[in-house]
């Protein structure tokens, strides 16, 4: 079974020594010194200035602006603060994809939740006030009716503003995406 975010955080943390040459706590006093407050100023002088790699840096640059101790339900529930008619359609998409095996991992951060396998299969997003964007990987699938083509991580989104939309057609695209994922 996939590991929870917080274990892959922590496994990285044990990791930071070995890999950067310091702990979690001296890098966040490197940073504190440096004067970066935000994790753009942090990305650039961890990488640039002291060779961390991406996925180091951006570990140490969340933990010292404090996101990642922010708990799932918590970053779940100020993604709909404001927007709290769209979660009935978030919570039955989560419902849905947790039916389609036990290696699902519901992943969320700060402004949307992956869906994923071994790898990412889609993607909730409340983009609006009044709308859901739902991201699915369905490499090789033109994009057609509801089924809208989409760059970054998912080829294609659905816009979902009512949880009578969430139908057996975008449920298909979602089994499709988990399948090859």
Known sequence: MAKSQEELAQTMIDN??????KSLVEWQGVVTASGAAKHGEIMKLL?????????FANLIALKCIGN?????????????????ALKPIHDAIVAYVKLLGGDVEIAPKKTS??????????????STKTRIDLGINLKGVDPEGRLEAMGGMCTHKVRLSA???????????ISSAYDKA
């Open 163 to 173: 949880l009578d939309e969430f139908d057996a057609e975008i449920k298909a695209w």
């Open 113 to 126: 939740v992956s869906l994923r396998r071994s790898k990412q299969f889609a993607l909730i997003q409340p």
């Open 68 to 84: 990642l101790d922010v708990s799932a339900d918590d970053l779940v529930a100020n993604q709909y603060k404001g927007k709290e």
């Open 16 to 21: 930071l020594p070995e890999k950067t040459g």
């Open 47 to 55: 990488k640039g200035e002291h060779g961390v790699s991406h996925g």
